[in-house]
């Protein structure tokens, strides 16, 4: 009797031996690389990328009339968040505090039409540009206030967001700023004599005349010399989601969709450099 209760009692002990070796194999071996942990890493945990927008800035960004964000940049946005493999969320807001939302994490980053100026680069790291606009002065039908030329804004009074990528270039040219918040405001301001002249790259001008044919607007001049490189801005340091932003325009670059994108809402592609930069 005792022999057979000390065989089944070396049974048993071997079973559980043999169970425990076979979970220990199961069990995963812990990861030699630590979790990175960046900006990039908390957007593919949350499975979105939160874009701030004006929303009403067309063709740029917009709400269309079925309540749905529209535009290029938004187009450009979600083929971005797409590469990431995650979601893209808009968040709106007026031009001044789009990009001061990235400072205080209220979304990942701004996909409106955004200059990357040496003041700008001094605080974000931005990606390669992709869309390039031209820079206009326009000023009232008839042109009273004899503005042909970068000289002649001297004196004058420009209708502008105060963080125009131009703004400080304006202000060291002598004019006066007229601050306003959108499009309209600014368009107003130069048809009633508030301010002389606006900036509104090529893009927006012909939008904004196409809806609004009626307004007395026209060029004044083009500045031949400098364009709009439009790009995505990201916190400094972030290098991984700086590099898979760039990552993504390429990949439009390289299949066409880019151009595509900018033939369908602008009917011009203006993915490159007129200047040859």
């Known amino acids: 009797m005792k022999k057979k209760i000390t065989l089944l009692f070396v049974l048993i002990l071997l079973v559980s031996l043999f169970t425990g070796c076979a979970k220990k194999e199961e ?15 908390a957007i593919q945990k949350a499975g979105k990328l ?23 940049d938004v187009d450009v946005a979600t083929a971005v968040a797409e590469h990431l493999g995650v979601e893209v969320e808009f968040v709106m807001a007026e031009w001044d505090a789009l ?21 700008r680069r001094e605080k974000y790291d931005f990606s390669d540009p992709y869309l390039f606009t031209a820079r ?6 008839g042109n009273e ?13 420009v209708a502008t967001n105060v963080t125009n990528s131009w703004a400080s270039k304006l202000e060291e040219l002598g004019a006066t700023i007229v601050p306003i918040e959108n499009t309209d405001q600014c368009a107003q301001a130069v048809i009633n004599g508030s301010a002389d002249f606006c900036m509104f790259n090529n893009i927006v001008m012909n939008e904004y005349m196409k809806n609004h044919p009626e307004a007395e607007l026209e060029v004044a001049f083009v500045i031949e010399t400098d364009v709009n490189e439009v790009s995505i801005p990201c916190r400094k340091g972030e290098e991984r989601l700086l590099a898979e932003y ?27 450099n007129p200047l040859g930069n």
Do not use: C, M
């Open 27 to 41: 069990e995963p071996a812990p990861s030699s690389e630590p979790e990175i942990e960046d900006q990039l890493s």
């Open 50 to 72: 939160v874009v701030g927008i004006e929303g009403t800035y067309p063709p740029f960004n917009f709400v269309d009339d079925n309540g749905n964000y529209a535009g290029y």
């Open 99 to 119: 990009l001061v939302g990235i400072d205080s994490n209220r979304w990942d980053t701004v996909i409106a039409d955004v200059t990357a100026t040496p003041e």
């Open 136 to 141: 206009q002065v326009v000023v009232k039908t």
């Open 145 to 157: 206030v004899d503005i042909h030329s970068l000289e002649d804004l001297n004196g004058k009074k």
């Open 246 to 272: 760039n990552a993504a325009l390429e990949e439009l670059r390289s299949s066409g969709k880019l151009a595509e994108l900018s033939e369908k809402w602008f009917y011009a592609d203006l993915t490159k």
